[in-house]
């Protein structure tokens, strides 16, 4: 991107920071005015958060607290949450896969149990990147099937095209490749319309009132909320909620999990030819998924060699935890797969390019 291109760019950033805002302060004040303040309670540790084998690693720059099941011995597969979310979104995918693999669902830095670094520019995905390889390597593997989902998957992304070596086998669901979804923003404006909280995160102090304003809210309607929470609302009860409520209500919890949006442009991206894919790769897409377009899932598909996209119909963004039957089939299917699905589509790097690739159907459909 030129020069010309880098001052369109901030603008537009800049401009959008602004005008949603506003909208928020104005919406937080109305409420305030029809609602009262927020009681800032802090909840209590529910019972669905008792029982689970935890413990704490420690890396080179912070400790992460993380949950464990499975043998010790078995094949290492590593769970990334999103945002909002802790290790407690897998909790389906790590008791289904307890039989034969060594699920580890971390806490990413600054999430519920973990360290929380002070310095917002610790929250640059590139440390997320590192605490990803730290993990791996601490854990005493050379390899590792990594299972992301939202913000873990931008994370996860990173560590596929630039520890390649570290990447067995890639699952990311609701989250597209970084590459992709620049180019999801230039064509679509809708998606540019769905991702109007990210300039908003931008911003000091607001978001973190808007999400503890009329008692945490804004995080009640992501998971419950008509438009945005899960279609399957028995897989989110009020007990999960509490937990959640009980993760962010404590104190110092909301800005280190914002400051991640807050340091999104501070980790630019390679040349797109160097994000390309390697490992073979599982794109799971919940079609009902009001932050980010069923196309990402095409759009990042591009840049996988060997890739599978599985759509569930009707799943929320939340997918592994809306439909986790569904989804566990398709992670079990993919794993125990040989079968190459090579991508005749792919963004094929420079190195690369004169080899010749077979073309496959890899889209299905749940």
């Given at each position: 991107m030129g020069l010309i291109g880098e001052i369109i760019q901030s603008?537009?950033?800049?401009?959008?920071?602004?005008?949603?805002?506003?909208?928020?302060?104005?919406?937080?004040?109305?409420?305030?005015?029809?609602?009262?303040?927020?009681s800032g309670i802090r909840y209590e540790k529910p019972r669905c958060l008792e029982g689970w084998q935890e413990s704490y690693i420690m890396l080179s720059q912070v400790q992460l607290h993380y949950v464990e099941t499975g043998p010790k011995d078995g094949p290492l597969m590593l769970f990334i949450h999103g945002f909002p979310e802790f290790w407690y979104s897998w909790r389906f995918q790590l008791k289904h896969f307890a039989d034969k693999y060594r699920c580890i669902a971390i806490d990413q830095r600054g999430y519920n149990l973990s360290d929380k670094p002070k310095d917002m520019m610790d929250y640059r995905t590139d440390f997320m990147v590192n605490d990803v390889k730290d993990v791996i390597e601490r854990l005493g593997y050379k390899k590792a099937i990594l299972v992301s989902h939202d913000w873990g998957g931008i994370v996860a992304?990173?560590?596929?095209?630039?520890?390649?070596e570290l990447v067995d086998k890639m699952i990311v669901l609701n989250c597209p490749h970084p590459a992709g979804f620049r180019?999801?923003?230039?064509?679509?404006?809708?998606?540019?319309?769905?991702?109007?909280?990210?300039?908003?995160?931008?911003?000091?102090?607001?978001?973190e009132a808007a999400m503890r304003a009329q008692d945490y809210k804004m995080l009640e309607s992501s998971f419950r909320g008509k438009k945005g929470g899960l279609k399957n609302p028995k897989n989110f009860t009020d007990e999960d909620l509490q937990a959640w409520k009980h993760v962010f209500s404590q104190e110092g919890a909301l800005t280190p999990p914002i400051n991640y949006y807050r340091c999104l442009w501070h980790s630019p991206l390679p040349k797109r030819s160097e994000t390309y894919i390697n490992a073979k790769t599982l794109i799971i897409w919940g079609t009902e998924d009001p932050f980010l377009i069923p196309e990402c899932a095409e759009y990042s598909a591009k840049y996988c060699h060997d890739v599978q996209v599985v759509k569930i119909e009707g799943a929320s963004?939340?997918?592994?935890?809306?439909?986790?039957?569904?989804?566990?089939?398709?992670?079990?299917?993919?794993?125990?797969?040989?079968?190459?699905?090579?991508?005749?589509?792919?963004?094929?790097?420079?190195?690369?390019?004169?080899?010749?690739?077979?073309?496959?159907?890899s889209n299905s459909k749940l």
């Open positions: 603008t537009y950033v800049r401009c959008q920071q602004i005008l949603w805002t506003t909208l928020t302060i104005f919406k937080l004040a109305f409420d305030r005015l029809r609602y009262g303040g927020s992304w990173r560590v596929a095209f630039i520890y390649p180019e999801i923003m230039v064509n679509f404006s809708k998606q540019r319309l769905n991702s109007w909280y990210i300039y908003m995160f931008r911003t000091p102090y607001i978001p963004h939340w997918v592994m935890q809306d439909e986790p039957e569904k989804v566990n089939k398709a992670m079990r299917d993919f794993l125990e797969s040989n079968d190459p699905q090579p991508n005749s589509e792919a963004v094929v790097p420079e190195s690369e390019r004169g080899m010749t690739t077979q073309r496959s159907e």
